[in-house]
């Protein structure tokens, strides 16, 4: 069983050094999968006019920040993978008991911290520095048997950040800046957005930082003026097809009217608006008149922009768990159950109205929403069943470590030498356990950033298979 883990394990680490080597092309401007070689080998040839359409995740039209997402297209699901791999080849490296085998795992851990760095998904690099410290932490008790693999393995995670960093031309440290809320929207370089409106009658308010644009529907005309009520011109705009005002603070509004419809986008912030009567109407993306009505939140009131706008997706999913004690909406239907039609909180805290919010961004609300709050306690069950056993069978090994070298010195006076299968056995099983403890740390808190997902879960579970020693899964 251990010479078929062991070679598992080398299938994994290679498989792995592949997908980060791919990230890595990524990150230097050579993404494989748009070399036409390589879309000749995995697109059909009835579908190969298709190819020139595709839409890469480091599209700029796609609004995607980061550069690295190798196979898993998400660099989110990527960041969950690169900080697991980075983990358990991190115990690999300090327990393998050669040089030679310490060379995969040490491979493998350099090019997942490389690219975890620069694939800018914060949740992941939470999760990886816990996992890490995690590792390091329970090892340290040993630290006069592994004195030497833990400081090569600190060293070479020093050389992995270093050059990751410097390469990233700064990006990782902006990426970190964003953690500060204040910070998000001017280090991404977006400027004042829209965040509020009020319908009135015939008066229509947008409200902006500390100004606001007023918009009247007067004689069949629009007016529109500004904070201190000074009329406004506009101007056609043939680059934007809309009419852009001619003021210095509202020259990046575009608006687009008609006799019954008015739409105004500013940034990314779009609002649609039918005129019935002279008066205004807050409209839904098909054109239907929609509701402003308030929403029921939960813990995140105020704090709805933490980790970009996922604590207003949590104030708003939270409320959603009573509504799913015992069945759920059904998987991968948080779509269909979370409040779509709160316009108005979209617009201030994700600044997009008509955002569709498809994903809890969180493992735990995701699972008691979609399959109900008792299988949320089944898998935070199923979750600590082998941390404990990992934990259990760590402590039990470092006592039968201590009485083997009391056994130890006793067949050196006589000499022998017998307990040196016991020691391997015993490290061994600290491999074992350790990687188990923390590959499930680092799950556990990438969890309460993003969504559980096929690409990750197809590597965790059956990690937790193969970590569990066979004499452990009966406990």
Known sequence: NNI?????????????????IIGIFQFLGHDPFKAEIIKKLIIPKQYADMAQNILYPDDPSASFRNSIYSTLYNSNVFGVYAALIAVFALTGAIFEDTAKRKILPLTSM?????????????GAYF?????????????????????????????????????????????????????????????TGVGERIKDFK???????????????NIQKKGGELIFTDTVGKVLTLDYSKKDEGYVINAENYRDFIVFADKDKLYIKKKNALLRFNIKNDTFIFSDMSGNDANIKPVESWLFNGRERLASGRGYIWSRALPLIKNNIFIGSGPDNFYYSFPQDDFLGKLKFMYNAYIKIDM??????????????????????????????????LFISRGENKSSEIIGKANEINGAKENNSAKASNCKKNNLSISLIGIIVVYCVCGFFTDENICTMVVFWPMIGLLMDNKEKSF
């Open 360 to 393: 809890a961004h969180n493992i735990y609300l995701q699972k008691a929403i979609e399959t109900g709050l008792i299988s949320l306690i089944f898998f935070i069950g199923i979750i600590l069943y082998p941390f404990i056993i990992g934990l259990k069978a």
């Open 199 to 213: 319908i009135k009658n015939s008066h229509l308010t947008l409200f902006f930082d500390n100004r606001c644009l």
């Open 127 to 187: 999760g990886g520095f816990i996992g890490i410290i995690v590792v390091i932490t329970l090892t340290l008790k040993e630290f006069k048997l592994y004195y030497k693999s833990i400081i090569l393995c600190l060293l070479c995670i020093a050389i992995s950040v270093l050059p990751a960093i410097l390469t990233g031309n700064g990006k990782f440290v902006e990426r970190l800046s964003t953690i500060d809320v204040n910070s998000q929207d001017s280090s």
């Open 4 to 20: 078929k883990r062991d070679l598992i394990f080398k299938f994994l680490y290679i498989s792995s050094i592949i997908i980060f």
């Open 110 to 122: 350099a090019l997942a911290i490389f690219s975890l760095i620069n694939c800018y998904s914060r």
